[in-house]
């Protein structure tokens, strides 16, 4: 049986109050959507359907064309946004499996299970619910004395005695695909709130089709992102079942609740992280790395036993045994080599460096190529910008530059080249050579008593 998955993700999500439609908003940063379309894509779903509406643009920009999508132009409700997929997926044969694209944190295990339930139990109609202590914002499961699910009624339409029941809607549902189509047709507009629900859909099926529950045990993986306050109980879940994750296969955390690592970053045993430190996008941290105290890694590569220290490294790679910091930032394809020094607010950008080099304090390094043993002394520079254009520099290996050393780009640095502090290079240094390019030193004999006032004492004497 062909199983498709349609995901309801046109809704303005109003509760949200963010620029940025709601399925969009992004979870650890990553968006919502993000979530639920890598696990659908492990799951045993076929195919993928999303209907969009208010600004869809934003949901089609990020998931391009790994799905298929259905279009909701006025968002007249859930079961409005089902009838707007009948164009693209009405007449198939086959299950849909029906998701919000407000819950990120359902994973894929769980949807192949519902899925096997539902075929197990011959259900034209399961309903995925959980048991709520505190139920509000969700549609309670009306059952009746034999224990049939017979409605689905949401919080503001609830009687008293309905709004004591605990066990609720989680949106997902499992269903026959041509009976769906048929029964979303029959559905009214709720009168309160002018929408069509598609929970209304139960009280239509349960008489003639098979309609039953998948209670799942765990409430928070079918939880609904509707505000900012929901944004941070899915991210606090989410860091804590990764961090678990990362802890129990060999990485050290301390700390962990201030530790943010993202889906996708993969870090090996023998990694340490510190308080404060965030790991996101494609990032991979390998064997005995430190990372932090608070530092951020992101979309980078950290070889084995390098240290990151009160750092940012963004898009970048730090080689083994390199140390980072603290307060040194490495950006936009900076690669360091093995046994680098990058210290004390070093900024690196667009660059290479071969191994063993060092570059200490106060160091800017840009768009440049650098070899191994290189010493960049306090306060160097390499003057990569002329107001117009970027440029670039190279150094060879075992060069030393001396302290406040400008290097204007685009210039060229032998092997083996001293460069004498506080020079300033806009020509080639060939290989041997020592450069200096300064302005000689001239010392006054007995001058300095002509610029230095002698200061006067409380008692009038000078001193
Ligand atoms: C819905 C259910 C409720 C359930 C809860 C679980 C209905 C009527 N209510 O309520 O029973 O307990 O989810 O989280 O279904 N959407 C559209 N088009 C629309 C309206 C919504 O695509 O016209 C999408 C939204 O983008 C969202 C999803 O449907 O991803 C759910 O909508 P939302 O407004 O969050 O529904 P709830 O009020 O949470
Ligand atoms: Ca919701």
């Known amino acids: 049986m062909k199983k498709y998955a349609l995901i309801l993700a046109a809704g303005k999500g109003t509760r949200m109050r963010t620029e940025k439609p709601k399925c969009a908003y992004p979870i650890l940063k990553k968006p919502m959507i993000s979530y639920i379309i890598e696990n659908i894509e492990k799951s045993i779903i076929d195919e993928t359907y999303v209907i969009v509406g208010h600004k869809r643009e934003v949901l089609e920009e990020i998931l391009g064309d790994r799905v298929k999508y259905a279009y909701q132009a006025e968002q007249l409700g859930t079961g409005h946004a089902v009838m707007s997929a009948a164009p693209v997926l009405?007449?198939?044969?086959g299950v849909t499996f029906i998701l919000p694209g407000d819950m990120p944190?359902?994973?894929?295990?769980?949807?192949?299970?519902?899925?096997?339930?539902?075929?197990?139990?011959?259900?034209?109609?399961?309903?995925?619910?959980?048991?709520m202590e505190y139920p509000k914002t969700y549609g309670r499961i009306v059952r009746d004395e034999y224990g049939t699910?017979?409605?689905?009624?949401?919080?503001?339409?609830?009687?008293?005695?309905?709004?004591?029941?605990?066990?609720?809607?989680?949106?997902?549902?499992?269903?026959?695909?041509?009976?769906l189509f048929e029964y979303v047709n029959k559905i009214q507009r709720n009168e309160r709130k002018g929408e069509f629900y598609l929970t209304d859909i139960v009280a239509l099926m349960h008489q003639s089709q098979k309609v039953n529950t998948f209670i799942v045990r765990d409430p928070l993986i079918t939880m609904g992102v509707n505000d900012l306050y929901g944004v941070s109980i899915a991210e606090k879940y989410l860091r804590e079942s990764i961090n678990k994750g990362h802890m129990l296969s060999g990485v050290s955390m301390v700390n962990p609740e201030t530790i943010t690592v993202g889906h996708n970053a993969i870090i090996e045993e023998g990694v340490i992280i510190y308080p404060n430190s965030v790991i996101l996008g494609n990032s991979v941290v390998k064997k005995g790395a430190i990372i932090g105290p608070n530092s951020e890694v992101n979309d980078s590569i950290i070889h084995e036993h390098a240290e990151i220290r009160h750092s940012i490294v963004k898009d970048s790679e730090v080689g083994a045994y390199t140390t980072v910091g603290p307060f040194a930032h490495l950006r936009n394809h900076a690669v360091i080599g093995t046994h680098n020094r990058i210290g004390n607010f070093v900024e690196v950008k667009n660059s290479t460096t071969d191994d063993n080099t060092k570059a200490a304090h106060l160091i800017y390094i840009g768009d440049a190529q650098v070899g191994k043993n290189v010493n960049f002394g306090c306060g160097s520079v390499t003057v990569n910008y002329d107001g117009v254009n970027k440029h670039k520099t190279i150094i060879g290996d075992d060069v030393f530059i001396g302290c406040n050393v400008n290097l204007v780009?685009?210039?060229?640095?032998?092997?083996?080249?001293?460069?004498?502090?506080?020079?300033t290079v806009t020509q080639n240094v060939p290989k041997g050579?020592?450069?200096?390019?300064?302005?000689?030193?001239?010392n006054k004999a007995d001058y300095a008593k002509n610029l230095i006032k002698p200061k006067e004492n409380t008692n009038g004497t000078t001193k």
């Open 105 to 131: 944190l359902m994973e894929y295990p769980v949807m192949n299970k519902i899925l096997r339930s539902h075929e197990e139990m011959g259900n034209d109609l399961t309903i995925v619910t959980m048991i």
């Open 149 to 179: 699910v017979t409605s689905i009624v949401e919080e503001n339409d609830c009687n008293e005695t309905q709004k004591q029941i605990k066990e609720v809607n989680s949106s997902v549902y499992v269903v026959n695909n041509k009976l």
């Open 433 to 442: 050579a020592m450069a200096i390019a300064r302005n000689k030193q001239i």
């Open 90 to 93: 009405g007449d198939k044969e």
């Open 409 to 423: 780009a685009p210039v060229e640095i032998g092997d083996n080249v001293f460069i004498a502090a506080g020079s």
